[in-house]
């Protein structure tokens, strides 16, 4: 079945530092690869995303990478700051007009020390 | 604008009993899904409907059913509650169409005990 797996489950970074998450999805038909931050009582909110015509994107200090061959995506986050301290989870979907379903990765935790 | 809208925000049930969680999704949004996240983990799908009908189920019993209104809200049912069940149920709304963003609403924390 479809699946996505996700690592490492923790992470802790120093300030300043970079964090790199690894994500693998099972199903090779999946074209959409969000990403969200979900802090401790919130909901997960979106942070970024790539589709599957795409190698990479950039958003300021968040960049994702896809590796359609691979079936691996990965998030890096630089210049990391205490705010980024968070539970990160990765997703895959087949992106469709009317049908959609996300499947999420077990998710990373972030620490990011001052 | 609002956002996704969920109610309750918390609800303790007791073994056995059934609960409705309801969902109302952004202006204009006529897809909803449902997810369960249990402590800990990411979110499972449960189930998707647009305008009104299912159109994906995930990997759970029967004792979850779900419906779309005309309005395009939404409703989880759980029958036959167990102690597994407890867990963040989110909802999350989107237009309809590649390139569109899902946004999930603040979830309902069930616990049964």
């Known amino acids: 079945g479809e699946n996505v797996e996700q690592h490492p489950s923790t992470l802790s970074v120093q300030e300043g530092d970079s964090a790199v998450i690894k994500c693998t999805y099972s199903d090779s038909a999946s074209n959409y690869f969000p990403w969200y931050k979900q802090e401790l009582g919130k909901r997960p909110q979106l942070i970024i995303d790539i589709r599957s015509n795409v190698g990479e994107k950039k958003d300021q200090r968040i960049a994702v990478t896809l590796n359609k061959t691979a079936k691996h995506f990965s998030l890096h986050i630089t210049e990391t700051q205490p705010e980024d301290s968070a539970v990160y989870f990765c997703a895959a979907s087949k992106e469709m007009d009317s049908s959609y379903k996300l499947i999420f990765g077990s998710g990373t935790r972030l620490l990011v020390r001052p | 604008d609002a956002g996704v809208t969920q109610s309750p925000t918390h609800l303790i049930k007791t073994r056995g009993q059934h609960v409705t969680l309801r969902c109302s999704p952004i202006s204009g949004h006529k897809s909803v899904s449902w997810y369960q996240q249990v402590l800990g983990q990411g979110p499972q799908f449960i189930f998707q409907?647009?305008?009104?009908?299912?159109?994906g189920r995930g990997n759970f019993p029967d004792r979850f059913s779900a419906r779309q209104f005309p309005n395009y809200s939404s409703e989880l049912n759980v029958n036959a509650l167990l102690l597994g069940d407890s867990a963040l149920y989110l909802c999350?709304?989107?237009?309809?169409?590649?390139?569109?963003?899902?946004?999930f609403g603040p979830g309902t924390r069930l616990t049964v005990t």
């Open positions: 409907y647009y305008e009104k009908e299912e159109r």
């Open positions: 999350a709304s989107r237009l309809p169409g590649q390139g569109s963003e899902q946004y």
